[in-house]
């Protein structure tokens, strides 16, 4: 008779964990570097709020660019970029990363994108009503 043999289990491969993610600096001197995550993504932000604010009061009031902000828009615009910059700056020193928060089509990404053009868009409109004298629209 044959000698009993115990069966080999099957081999399962297990992938190996992810690697963790790096940590994320919160000191001011890295989160405000040139190339940090907050400078290009606050600058970003303002400037798609700035191009939706400043077409929407243009189709609104025929006002172009310059005329709002002498109408009282630097007040506007500062108390619209301190507000946005805290609430930019206060998940990025306690740690948390843009990307984190990334998912789906509104990737970090796409925000970056999106801001590009809008601080194109806004010199784009400022230079084009400079030189045509009036209001876009």
Same mark, same amino acid.
């Given at each position: 008779?044959?000698?009993?043999?115990?069966?080999?289990?099957?081999? /399962?491969? /297990?992938?190996?964990?992810? &690697? &963790?993610?790096?940590?994320?600096?919160?000191?001011?001197?890295?989160?405000?570097? !040139?190339?940090?995550?907050? &400078?290009?993504? /606050?600058?970003?932000?303002?400037?798609? /709020?700035? !191009?939706?604010?400043? %077409?929407?009061?243009?189709?609104?009031s025929?006002?172009?660019?310059f005329?709002?902000i002498?109408?009282?828009?630097?007040?506007?615009? #500062?108390?619209?970029?301190? #507000?946005?910059?805290l609430?930019?700056?206060?998940?990025?020193?306690?740690?948390?990363?843009?990307q984190?928060?990334?998912?789906?089509l %509104?990737?970090?990404?796409?925000?970056?994108?999106?801001?590009?053009?809008?601080?194109?868009g806004?010199?784009?409109?400022? !230079?084009?009503?400079?030189?045509?004298?009036?209001?876009?629209?």
């Amino acid at each position: 008779s044959k000698p009993a043999t115990t069966p080999t289990p099957p081999k /399962i491969n /297990i992938p190996p964990p992810p &690697p &963790p993610a790096p940590k994320v600096s919160t000191k001011f001197s890295d989160v405000l570097a !040139f190339s940090g995550p907050a &400078p290009e993504r /606050i600058n970003g932000r303002l400037a798609m /709020i700035g !191009f939706v604010s400043a %077409m929407a009061v243009e189709l609104s009031s025929s006002q172009d660019v310059f005329t709002q902000i002498g109408n009282g828009g630097v007040a506007v615009f #500062v108390g619209t970029s301190v #507000v946005l910059t805290l609430a930019s700056l206060v998940p990025l020193f306690k740690g948390v990363s843009v990307q984190s928060k990334s998912s789906g089509l %509104m990737t970090s990404d796409a925000e970056l994108w999106n801001g590009r053009v809008a601080m194109l868009g806004l010199v784009a409109l400022a !230079f084009t009503e400079y030189v045509k004298g009036s209001a876009l629209v």
